[in-house]
């Protein structure tokens, strides 16, 4: 393994750029910088770079949007973006365009991230398993917080407890197998993408090192496809755990109506 790593010169740059910021605050933290070599990782440098063509990517994106006449690319966006928002109504409910801004904006991230890992010079952050890591706790944390902010605490922790409908004498019996479920659920999203994007990634460098070029291209093109797939189930998890966590029984039963969803959601198309 430690064969297969080299340096990459897009983390040498960002180093350059950044390191001295990041010693600082570091230094400021406590911590200690070292002396010599990179203090921003390999994985948090793609993720700045990624963030910085992402962010670019948007604005030129966003200066030439058109109404009367959409460009190609527009058309394309527009496709995905109601393709996201069809899966939220459906998955999350009525309410669930509102977790767009983070839902959208993690996985074109994941999805970027692991597709940086087919691009020479560059490496997918997603294989180190800090980065998934991060992404599961950030979902963790976003829908137990939406959760207690629709259901308020109370409610919100009695389905720990007790489902609806069930009695109460089982809350001794629900409440840890829901604790250890909710808790698994940070490592089911952590490491299932951590071991598909570690493992392609493992496997593409180890067959460029025996005969480069041509031997690798089919499992870079398997990767394109496992990328893209992983990146979905990603965000879908998300979704089913933020619908989980924002529905209540009232909010159930609306979603149980055919026309509920869409109804609720035509004001959101007009606007």
């Given at each position: 393994m430690?064969?297969?790593?080299?340096?990459?010169?897009?983390?040498?740059?960002?180093?350059?750029?950044?390191?001295?910021?990041?010693?600082?605050?570091l230094?400021?933290?406590?911590?200690?910088v070292?002396?010599?070599?990179?203090?921003?990782?390999?994985?948090?440098?793609?993720?700045?770079?990624?963030t910085?063509?992402?962010?670019?990517?948007?604005?030129?994106?966003?200066?030439?949007?058109?109404?009367?006449?959409?460009?190609?690319?527009?058309?394309?966006?527009?496709?995905?973006?109601?393709?996201?928002?069809g899966?939220?109504?459906?998955?999350v409910?009525?309410?669930?365009?509102?977790?767009?801004?983070?839902?959208?904006?993690?996985?074109?991230?994941?999805?970027?991230?692991?597709?940086?890992?087919?691009?020479?010079?560059?490496?997918?952050?997603?294989?180190?398993?800090?980065?998934?890591?991060?992404?599961?706790?950030?979902v963790?944390?976003?829908?137990?917080?939406?959760?207690?902010?629709?259901?308020?605490i109370?409610?919100?922790?009695?389905?720990?407890?007790?489902?609806p409908?069930?009695?109460?004498?089982?809350?001794?019996?629900?409440?840890?197998?829901?604790?250890i479920?909710?808790?698994?659920?940070?490592?089911?999203?952590?490491?299932?993408?951590?071991?598909?994007?570690f493992?392609?990634?493992?496997?593409?460098?180890?067959?460029?090192?025996?005969?480069?070029?041509?031997?690798?291209?089919?499992?870079?093109?398997?990767?394109?496809?496992?990328?893209?797939?992983?990146?979905?189930?990603?965000?879908?998890?998300?979704?089913?755990?933020?619908?989980?966590?924002?529905?209540?029984?009232?909010?159930?039963?609306?979603?149980?109506?055919?026309?509920?969803?869409?109804?609720?959601?035509?004001?959101?198309?007009?606007?």
């Amino acid at each position: 393994m430690e064969k297969l790593h080299h340096e990459l010169w897009i983390v040498h740059a960002i180093n350059i750029i950044f390191g001295p910021i990041a010693a600082a605050i570091l230094r400021a933290l406590g911590r200690d910088v070292p002396a010599h070599g990179d203090v921003i990782p390999d994985y948090l440098a793609i993720i700045i770079f990624l963030t910085i063509l992402l962010t670019a990517f948007s604005l030129v994106v966003r200066s030439r949007l058109s109404v009367e006449n959409p460009g190609k690319l527009q058309i394309v966006l527009e496709d995905a973006l109601t393709g996201l928002l069809g899966m939220l109504d459906d998955i999350v409910g009525p309410k669930g365009r509102r977790y767009l801004p983070l839902v959208g904006t993690l996985g074109v991230l994941i999805w970027a991230c692991n597709l940086s890992g087919m691009v020479p010079g560059l490496m997918a952050p997603t294989s180190n398993y800090n980065v998934t890591l991060g992404c599961a706790i950030t979902v963790f944390v976003y829908y137990h917080y939406h959760g207690i902010k629709e259901q308020g605490i109370g409610a919100y922790l009695k389905h720990f407890a007790a489902p609806p409908g069930a009695p109460l004498w089982i809350a001794p019996i629900m409440l840890p197998i829901e604790l250890i479920s909710h808790v698994s659920r940070v490592l089911s999203l952590s490491l299932r993408l951590f071991g598909n994007i570690f493992g392609e990634e493992l496997v593409i460098l180890i067959l460029a090192s025996i005969i480069p070029f041509v031997v690798p291209l089919p499992m870079m093109l398997l990767g394109l496809l496992t990328s893209t797939l992983q990146a979905l189930i990603f965000v879908m998890l998300t979704m089913i755990y933020l619908g989980g966590a924002v529905q209540s029984e009232d909010h159930g039963d609306e979603h149980g109506h055919g026309h509920a969803p869409g109804v609720a959601a035509q004001p959101a198309v007009q606007l």
